[in-house]
């Protein structure tokens, strides 16, 4: 078994805000990233796919081809707008890396057999900055 990874970028902007509490409490929880006129971020996407190469092409998947799929299906979604308001995925949701990376894993998990038939989703990971990062398997 083999791991293949792709990284992309994008920046955006977003806040934490849970509309369901006072300014002041959402404040008290998160802190200046409740700031109300937003802030943004450099993000590092790592895209993870696992599998056997295909014998034809030695390639679990063609990374060239999983990155037109990233940027298709997902940066060009992201890159330069705010996560709370322009992206469709993240409706009603917090603007979190976590509820983001789940999001980008059911576009992504479902788009994938598109590209390859010997590679499987295997981790979503996100920089939010260069130290904190979250990553998702799908469970
Ligand atoms: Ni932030």
Redesign the pocket.
Known sequence: MLHISRKEHFNAA???YNPQWSKEKNVEVFGP?ANENW???NFDLIVTVKGKPDPDTGFVVDLKKLSTLIRAEVIEKLDHKNLNTDVDFMHGKLASCENLVVEIWKILDAKLPGITSFGKLHCIRLY?TPRNYVEYFGE
């Open positions: 977003h806040k934490l990233c802030h943004g971020h939010e």
